[in-house]
């Protein structure tokens, strides 16, 4: 280490100044907590929506603010299924429920539990295996396997209790922890409440939170456990959030360069020799053990010292305590002695050279940076992104995030309605309405975001039906999609003009399309689908500047989703688009993903080409051929140059039928085979070509 008396305060505002560029501030830490807790919200909303019977949590670095873009941090979501009660004691069982008596004794790890079926109807326990996810113990009792809901998943891999889905470029990796709820505070956990360090930290009010939040037990076992596949891992992660959410600034980022250091120098080539949960476990331990006036801007290396000292006589002892239930050693079966060795010395060369190592940290160009604000080399000797460029990006990363998770929860609520009556589906939005009117404010803000795609989809079936009836539009039907416009900047509007389109009423439908383009053109406007996992679009330095200027109300003005009508709006769907419906022969279905391929029974196209195509047909019938052949052309355009297209065999199969009425034939067939090319299975344009063919011998 450096002899100079003040060398450690200089290093430490150093890296209080880097960490804040690179988006470790107050600021963007309470900004990115609310973006999750606005996913958690819609989410949430949805399940209730279509009347599934469980919650789910947003937690992990993402969710608390901890990372940075460079960490490239996983997205952790936790699945509670009510249905199931996990008791401690008999009084908690509950008639109805899937109850089971949680049993912790000499041959469960400490932290880990067995889970003994219980009776549904009386408190007593089940005394026959009911499947295979059961067991019966040497003591006769029932156990449920921790294999219940470990399952392989197309494009899933599993790691522990979770079944991780691995992020497309753009997206952070997604963990979904399957979790069934404890009835009370885990008797294990009992002593945390009590214990008090040095810091006086948590405080009291902290702990009394920690016990009204929910726990849980997630479906793995420990590493050193004769019964892996019985053991139930308990979970105090709601309580761990909360911690985490009252960490100061210079704690979140003594928590950052922890799990820089540990992907640069202890876990190298992608290992994971010690996770940032331990991490995160030394950091609570150490500031529960120190006075709470030494972590301050000015002291944060001497505060990462003292925890990687600690981390380090975590893995010379092969011992790492759960913050909440110290007998869950975190380490335990962890490492081999060579790896233990190894990593031993990994940290001891890192504290004996520390500044030198951490100059040497390449992510978020940490290294550079710090190098930079010691004055060790003069700017501009390094090229990075300025703190402004680092705002802009998370914030375009929330925006985008927020209108993708909007996307999403459209098509999962779309999924539960299309084979609902009108009269269930005007129930289910009540119940959406209602929500909104009693609820806190993120639940507000999260039906301003959803509310008006399902006001639309709703106008569009209630028109749908009247079509067929007397090709006119109700009155009611028009409230409900005039109530749905500023979803975003054109797909609610694009609907509206189908409408019209589809009654004939082509000046009408014009002037919207009119409206449309005008608008879609005075702002830097992305695409945004929810029903493919793609990457999200690529967006320009104006689009990123708004986000940076600009509250998250921008979203309907910069956004431009994917259109949507399910099969109870067909007489609202242009007869082109409607084939889209029934894209899929019986061999394609075999290759579909069952849980995420259901929008392939719709008819789904991007906004732009949409707009274009429904130009074209309306010039068409109202004889205006410049401006159809206009239209024309710049479906083409777009089609060709716009990388952004999340629907693009759609755009092309229109584009083909477009050719065949302007009789050009072979351009039309170019058009479905680029279409295949896109989208081999699943796509309408095998048809078309069918159609196509046939046609042409017909009239050779």
């Given at each position: 280490m450096f002899q100079e008396p003040d060398y450690r305060e200089n290093l430490s505002l150093a890296l209080s100044e880097v960490l804040h560029d690179i988006g470790v501030n107050e600021r963007l830490v309470m900004r990115r907590r609310r973006h999750f807790m606005l996913e958690e919200t819609m989410?949430?909303?949805?399940?209730?929506?279509?009347?599934?019977?469980?919650?789910?949590?947003?937690?992990?670095?993402?969710?608390?603010?901890?990372?940075?873009?460079?960490?490239?941090?996983?997205?952790?979501?936790?699945?509670?299924?009510?249905?199931?009660?996990?008791?401690?004691?008999?009084?908690?069982?509950?008639?109805?429920?899937?109850?089971?008596?949680?049993?912790?004794?000499?041959?469960?790890?400490?932290?880990?539990?067995?889970?003994?079926?219980?009776?549904?109807?009386?408190?007593?326990?089940?005394?026959?295996?009911?499947?295979?996810?059961?067991?019966?113990?040497?003591?006769?009792?029932?156990?449920?396997?921790?294999?219940?809901?470990?399952?392989?998943?197309?494009?899933?891999?599993?790691?522990?209790?979770?079944?991780?889905?691995?992020?497309?470029?753009?997206?952070?990796?997604?963990?979904?922890?399957?979790?069934?709820?404890?009835?009370?505070?885990?008797?294990?956990?009992?002593?945390?409440?009590?214990?008090?360090?040095?810091?006086?930290?948590?405080?009291?009010?902290?702990?009394?939170?920690?016990?009204?939040?929910?726990?849980?037990?997630?479906?793995?076992?420990?590493?050193?456990?004769?019964?892996?596949?019985?053991?139930?891992?308990?979970?105090?992660?709601?309580?761990?959030?909360?911690?985490?959410?009252?960490?100061?600034?210079?704690?979140?980022?003594?928590?950052?360069?922890?799990?820089?250091?540990?992907?640069?120098?202890?876990?190298?080539?992608?290992?994971?020799?010690?996770?940032?949960?331990?991490?995160?476990?030394?950091?609570?331990?150490?500031?529960?053990?120190?006075?709470?006036?030494?972590?301050?801007?000015?002291?944060?290396?001497?505060?990462?010292?003292?925890?990687?000292?600690?981390?380090?006589?975590?893995?010379?002892?092969?011992?790492?305590?759960?913050?909440?239930?110290?007998?869950?050693?975190?380490?335990?079966?962890?490492?081999?002695?060579?790896?233990?060795?190894?990593?031993?010395?990994?940290?001891?060369?890192?504290?004996?050279?520390?500044?030198?190592?951490?100059?040497?940290?390449?992510?978020?160009?940490?290294?550079?940076?710090?190098?930079?604000?010691?004055?060790?080399?003069?700017?501009?000797?390094?090229?990075?992104?300025?703190?402004?460029?680092?705002?802009?990006?998370?914030?375009?990363?929330?925006?985008?995030?927020?209108?993708?998770?909007?996307?999403?929860?459209?098509?999962?609520?779309?999924r539960h309605l299309h084979t609902k009556n009108i009269r269930t589906m005007k129930h289910c939005i009540g119940k959406l309405i209602t929500i909104n009117v009693n609820g806190n404010r993120l639940e507000k803000t999260a039906f301003k975001f959803m509310a008006p795609f399902l006001f639309t989809t709703y106008g569009s079936i209630l028109a749908s039906s009247r079509i067929s009836e007397n090709n006119q539009v109700s009155p009611q039907a028009l409230v409900w999609l005039s109530a749905g416009l500023n979803s975003d900047i054109s797909s609610s509007r694009l609907k509206l003009a189908s409408v019209f389109y589809c009654t004939g009423d082509m000046e009408r439908a014009e002037l919207i399309l009119r409206h449309i383009e005008q608008q879609y053109y005075s702002y830097p406007v992305v695409p945004i689908c929810g029903c493919l996992n793609n990457p999200p679009s690529a967006v320009t330095e104006e689009y990123m500047r708004i986000c940076g200027e600009q509250s998250e109300d921008c979203i309907k003005h910069i956004t431009a989703f994917c259109v949507r009508f399910i099969p109870k709006e067909m007489n609202c769907t242009p007869h082109e688009l409607q084939y889209e419906m029934f894209r899929s022969t019986q061999d394609d279905m075999i290759h579909r993903v069952q849980y995420a391929d259901y929008w392939m029974d719709w008819a789904v196209v991007d906004s732009l080409p949409f707009l274009y195509f429904l130009q074209y047909k309306i010039f068409s019938h109202l004889q205006r051929y410049q401006d159809k052949q206009q239209s024309l052309s710049k479906l083409i355009r777009t089609i060709v140059t716009d990388i952004n297209l999340k629907h693009r065999e759609t755009a092309l199969n229109i584009l083909g039928q477009c050719m065949e009425q302007e009789n050009r034939p072979h351009e039309a067939l170019k058009c479905y085979m680029l279409s295949l090319q896109q989208r081999a299975r699943n796509n309408v344009a095998n048809f078309h070509i069918c159609k196509l063919l046939s046609g042409v011998l017909s009239d050779q």
């Open positions: 989410q949430n909303i949805t399940i209730r929506f279509i009347d599934r019977n469980m919650t789910c949590y947003q937690l992990g670095s993402q969710s608390e603010g901890t990372t940075t873009r460079g960490l490239h941090s996983d997205s952790d979501v936790l699945f509670c299924y009510h249905e199931f009660n996990i008791i401690q004691d008999w009084s908690e069982w509950e008639h109805g429920k899937k109850n089971y008596l949680m049993i912790q004794d000499e041959s469960t790890t400490p932290g880990y539990c067995f889970l003994q079926l219980l009776r549904p109807d009386i408190p007593l326990p089940v005394t026959v295996i009911p499947n295979e996810h059961y067991i019966n113990d040497r003591s006769g009792r029932i156990l449920l396997k921790n294999t219940l809901y470990i399952a392989v998943i197309q494009d899933a891999v599993v790691h522990g209790p979770s079944i991780a889905r691995q992020g497309q470029d753009g997206f952070c990796d997604m963990d979904s922890v399957p979790a069934l709820p404890c009835k009370s505070w885990p008797q294990s956990a009992s002593d945390w409440l009590d214990r008090q360090g040095i810091g006086r930290w948590p405080t009291q009010d902290m702990r009394r939170y920690a016990v009204s939040t929910r726990c849980f037990v997630v479906a793995t076992g420990s590493k050193v456990s004769e019964y892996p596949d019985l053991e139930w891992r308990i979970s105090t992660s709601l309580a761990e959030k909360h911690l985490m959410f009252n960490l100061n600034i210079t704690q979140i980022r003594c928590y950052v360069l922890l799990k820089m250091i540990l992907k640069s120098f202890l876990n190298p080539q992608g290992e994971i020799n010690i996770s940032s949960f331990m991490c995160k476990t030394v950091l609570l331990h150490c500031i529960e053990n120190t006075e709470s006036s030494i972590w301050k801007e000015n002291n944060l290396f001497i505060c990462l010292t003292y925890c990687l000292l600690e981390l380090h006589s975590c893995v010379q002892n092969d011992h790492c305590s759960h913050f909440i239930i110290r007998e869950n050693n975190l380490m335990a079966g962890q490492f081999t002695a060579e790896k233990k060795h190894e990593l031993s010395k990994n940290i001891s060369d890192f504290l004996q050279n520390d500044r030198q190592m951490l100059l040497r940290i390449e992510i978020d160009d940490l290294g550079y940076r710090l190098q930079v604000k010691l004055n060790m080399v003069p700017h501009g000797a390094y090229y990075y992104q300025s703190s402004l460029a680092m705002h802009e990006f998370y914030m375009t990363e929330e925006y985008l995030n927020t209108a993708h998770n909007t996307s999403l929860t459209h098509v999962h609520i779309l």
